[in-house]
């Protein structure tokens, strides 16, 4: 491996097609514990190496770029992929999911890395795509795991408290006096990972983009600070992405005059 000029170190395309004997140690695992992973683990390995080594030219060309347009179709288009992966993940749909999914992602990571870029980090210029893209990349990574797990949550704690929320109903409560502690414990749940790692960040895990810019040769003073920037930036777009996409879709799965439509779900996984 020979030094870059900032004083990482490039790894070679021999180091790096050595590096897959690694996941051989899974593959050994799963074969002697009969597993059945084996397949599943080289199919992911391999998947993930040919996506981001096209992440890697796409992104080579991206950076070249001085086209604000451009770059906001690119990190539009992003977003709509998160959106769509974030329902994916669900077991439960109803009809409307997508697009309260897409606005949730969308208006959530807008707001927050628009503000970032523009207010804290101030890219010259603010489009700048070395900083635009990994940033929204980073929020809407997370976002879309808060999203996942919040409607999930959502859907089920709605089927599984059914018979409660349907006697409050019919007692004289309001769709929301039903429904709030559902609400609420959605919002909980999909926010609990994003604090678990807040709470250990640095004492048991170094985050990616801190490691990445020290091994570029970044004081870690200065690293320290981009990550805490990050992280503000990954609560803050989460909370607001999962809040939205729950809104939507208690307004969705109950009426205006107070009824429970549990009829609009339907069943897509085990």
């Known amino acids: 491996m020979t030094p870059l000029s900032s004083g990482a170190l490039t790894i070679s395309d021999g180091h790096l097609a050595l590096s897959a004997l690694l ?3 899974n593959v050994g695992l799963s074969a002697a514990l009969r597993l059945g992973l084996a397949r599943s683990l080289l199919v992911a390995s391999l998947r993930m190496v040919v996506q981001l080594l096209l992440v890697g ?4 060309w991206l950076f070249r770029q001085d086209s604000a347009p451009l770059i906001v179709l690119v990190g539009a288009a992003m977003a709509m992929i998160a959106g769509v992966a974030a329902v994916q993940r669900t077991r439960r749909r109803f009809a409307g999911i ?4 897409l606005l949730s992602v969308m208006a959530s990571s807008a ?11 101030q890219p010259q210029p603010w ?3 070395q900083y635009l893209i ?11 795991n808060g999203i996942s797990l919040g409607l999930d949550r959502f859907m089920d704690g709605l089927r599984n408290g059914r018979d409660r929320v349907e006697t409050d109903l019919a007692l004289g409560a309001t769709r929301w006096e039903a429904c ?18 807040m709470m250990v960040m640095g004492l048991v895990s170094l985050p990616g983009m801190m490691t990445g810019q020290i091994l570029q040769g970044a004081a870690p003073e200065a690293a320290v600070r981009y990550q805490i920037v990050i992280l503000f930036m990954i609560a803050s777009a989460t909370a607001l992405g999962v809040f939205g996409v729950v809104g939507l879709a208690y307004r969705r799965l109950t009426s205006a005059d107070h009824q429970l439509r549990l009829d609009r779900l339907r069943n897509v996984g085990g």
Do not use: H, K, W
Not at 98 to 101: A, E, F, G, K, R
Not at 112 to 118: D, E, M, R, S, Y
Not at 134 to 144: A, I, Q, R, Y
């Open 23 to 25: 996941v051989m140690v």
């Open 57 to 60: 030219f796409v992104l080579e």
């Open 98 to 101: 997508y697009l309260n999914s």
């Open 111 to 121: 707001l927050v890395t628009g503000l970032a870029v523009t207010g804290l980090i």
């Open 127 to 129: 489009y700048n795509p």
């Open 134 to 144: 990994p940033l929204l990349g980073m929020v809407l990574g997370n976002t879309l």
């Open 180 to 197: 709030q502690e559902v609400v609420r414990d959605s919002i909980r749940v999909a926010m609990i990972p994003t604090i678990n790692s």
